[in-house]
């Protein structure tokens, strides 16, 4: 059974930065896509980054790129989000997701992670 077990949200003011992470397991973790993604109250689910399975190539929402950096760590099971010079409109909460088609904003994600709030205030 795959799990995905986020951590890393928090409350910080604007400008700051933070790092979620998302560790993987009940899956050959390094053969999947990973992608991050976000709601906020009120809005709709939406794709932030992803990362593919062999060299890692990585894609991001308009919104985040520059600011946001996906990575990931095969030997431990994990895929990281970088968040540096946090906005308000970050506001959410964030979810990792294992794509099981495909990958980025078009793949298709079938296991998910619970998600972890990430406040930024003004």
């Known amino acids: 059974q795959v799990q995905l077990v986020e951590s890393g949200g928090g409350l910080v003011q604007t400008g700051a930065s933070l790092r979620l992470s998302c560790v993987a397991s009940?899956?050959?973790?390094?053969?999947?896509?990973m992608g991050w993604f976000r709601q906020a109250p009120g809005k709709e689910r939406e794709f932030v980054a992803a990362i593919s399975w062999g060299v890692g190539n990585t894609l991001y929402a308009d919104s985040v790129k520059g600011r946001f950096t996906i990575s990931r760590d095969n030997a431990k099971n994990t895929v990281y989000l970088q968040m540096n010079n946090l906005k308000p409109e970050d506001t959410a909460v964030y979810y990792c997701a294992q794509s099981t088609t495909g990958w980025g904003p078009k793949g298709r994600y079938g296991n998910w992670g619970q998600g972890t709030q990430v406040t930024v205030s003004s």
């Open positions: 009940g899956l050959a973790f390094s053969s999947y896509g």
